[in-house]
């Protein structure tokens, strides 16, 4: 496989879209810990050694204009997306509290926030990883073979 050094306009313009959802995502995450004071679940922290890291792959990928950013970006982002869900899933009661990764201090199946009633940051997580997810998907589809 050839590295590629020049990113069509269509996928860097999907590459820029994953990287400002994955920076509006970390620093949500920073200012609802930092700002608003909410302390991290362990599964937060988890979604957040995910996200973090995308934030700086795909700047690189954007700056370099490296095709190659999607192929290490994609098995993070699968990976966020899986905590997330799980965390999701936990919170709506469809996984047991006893089958919870957080042993002492906060439970992960609590939420001390939720916005219009049903937005959890847990479910504001899939969404990005789920956005991010799909548009890296159509960025590798736009490479030629």
């Known amino acids: 496989m050839q590295y590629n050094p020049s990113l069509p ?8 879209l994953c990287w400002l959802i994955a920076l509006v995502a970390t620093l949500g995450s920073l200012f609802f810990s930092e700002v608003m004071d909410l302390e991290p679940y ?4 988890y979604q957040r050694i ?3 890291p995308l934030a700086l792959m795909l700047a690189q ?9 999607v ?14 869900l799980y965390h999701c899933l936990l919170y709506a ?28 940051i847990s479910l504001l997580s899939v969404a990005a990883f789920s956005f991010i ?6 960025v590798k ?4 073979k």
């Open 9 to 16: 306009s269509r996928q860097w313009a999907l590459l820029l």
């Open 42 to 45: 362990v599964l937060c922290w």
């Open 50 to 52: 995910a996200i973090f």
């Open 61 to 69: 990928g954007l700056y370099t204009q490296d095709s190659q950013c």
């Open 71 to 84: 192929k290490y970006a994609l098995p993070v982002a699968c990976a966020g997306w899986l905590v997330a």
């Open 93 to 120: 009661g469809f996984i047991p509290k006893d089958l919870q990764p957080c042993g002492r201090g906060l439970s992960c199946a609590d939420q001390k926030l939720e916005l219009l009633g049903f937005i959890t």
């Open 133 to 138: 997810i799909a548009l890296l998907i159509a």
């Open 141 to 144: 589809k736009g490479f030629p």
